[in-house]
């Protein structure tokens, strides 16, 4: 059977939709399935290295141009938000079968309620027109505009590679960062405002944590916008004197670095202001890290009950709620459990192979 996956971005690019349309396929790649991926073109991407079909377009839309419709794929899988051009371009009734995975933040779903982006009923069309639809958060705003719309879909949590299973570095990682008997707090993904790093190093700055922690943020900008961000924490860090207590390493895709990291790291914190269902948690619960995040997208609903870590009450949290919260779950068990039980990547692809199978 051949498939097709088709996302705005794809690897090297990264990002939680990006990061799950390759896992997906990957997947299905695994189990003997033909793969073929439809994005836009990224310059930094070696397409020979790849073991599929990797198909760029300058842009994608494949109303006038036909090429996904000559490929003779059974199945597609379109990643998209409500901006997506895919999700406008792709006539999903030429397909045997079509499944949309949504997305959809809680900044878009205000804008939503609040009338801001006028009539959606052509949007609702297009995605009533697909066979199925996806949401991988739960009691996120995605799931609550599907159902405000009376948009039947399957619920099939977000899920991450294993990070135990990534060779470590050759070299001492905690030596590196000068970390000494001190625990270290990791957070990863992209440096941008949504991310909220900046509030978040300056929150344990008002603490007594970096007396026996030091936090360490991974990460890289994307846009201008986000190398502001960026300065602005460096300046923050250097104004205040925190080069020994706040460590910046730049780089989201090497993925050794980051599991070794994670592997290397005590606790894990996501202080994001909008998120569906991180990856990156995931990814932190797959070394056994206790986590603090905040209330944002998914959370709660998903991971609120789980005893490997502390969902905040607010996302505008005080210093106190964080100190309070990094020490109460420095005593929790491992929550590696929680996400072999959940959020392997097994299990998800079993998931989504049925809806493949059922067609």
């Known amino acids: 059977m051949k498939l097709a996956f088709v996302s705005d971005l794809y690897f090297p690019s990264i990002g939680g939709t ?4 390759q896992q997906i396929s990957e997947g299905f790649y695994d189990l003997g399935y033909e793969i073929e991926i439809f994005t836009s073109k990224d310059y930094d991407r070696k397409k020979e290295e790849f073991p599929y079909q990797i198909n760029e377009f300058e842009k994608l839309n494949f109303i006038n141009s036909g090429d996904l419709l000559k490929r003779g794929c059974d199945t597609v899988f379109v990643l998209a938000d409500l901006f997506s051009p895919t999700l406008q371009a ?3 009734s030429q397909f045997s079968n079509s499944i949309l995975i949504l997305n959809l933040d809680e900044n878009v779903y205000g804008w939503i ?23 991988f958060c739960q009691g996120a705003p995605v799931n609550k505009f599907l159902d405000e719309n009376e948009i039947e ?24 960062l000068k970390a000494g008997d001190k625990k270290i707090i990791f ?37 201008k916008n986000d190398v502001k961000h960026l300065l602005k924490i460096n300046n923050f860090i250097e104004k205040n004197n925190l080069s020994r207590s706040i460590k910046i ?18 606790i894990y914190i996501m202080p994001s202001k909008s998120e569906g269902l991180p990856l990156v948690l995931l990814e932190a619960m797959s070394a056994g890290l206790p986590w603090v995040s905040t209330p944002v997208g998914g959370v709660p609903d998903v991971f609120g009950d789980l005893s490997g870590g502390i969902v905040l009450d607010n996302i505008v949290f005080t210093s106190s709620e964080i100190e309070e919260a990094v020490r109460l779950v ?9 996400w072999e039980r959940e959020f392997t990547k097994e299990v998800a692809i079993s998931r989504y192979r049925k809806i493949v199978e059922q067609g």
């Open 249 to 266: 390493v730049k780089g989201t895709n090497n993925k050794k670095i980051i599991d070794s990291l994670l592997k290397a790291s005590d």
């Open 18 to 21: 990006q990061i799950l349309a």
């Open 153 to 176: 879909y399957h619920f099939i949590p977000n899920f991450s590679r294993d990070c135990m299973k990534t060779d470590s570095v050759d070299f001492d990682i905690r030596e590196i």
């Open 330 to 338: 420095s005593e929790k068990k491992t929550s590696r459990e929680e």
């Open 90 to 92: 792709i006539d999903p």
């Open 187 to 223: 957070n990863h993904g992209n440096f941008e405002d949504r991310k909220n790093q900046l509030y978040l190093s300056k929150k344990l700055s008002e603490t007594s944590l970096f007396e026996d922690h030091i936090m360490v943020f991974l990460g890289s900008p994307r846009t």
């Open 113 to 135: 309620t609040e009338g801001k982006l006028g009539d959606l009923t052509p949007i609702l069309k297009k995605i009533k027109s697909y066979k199925n639809v996806v949401s």
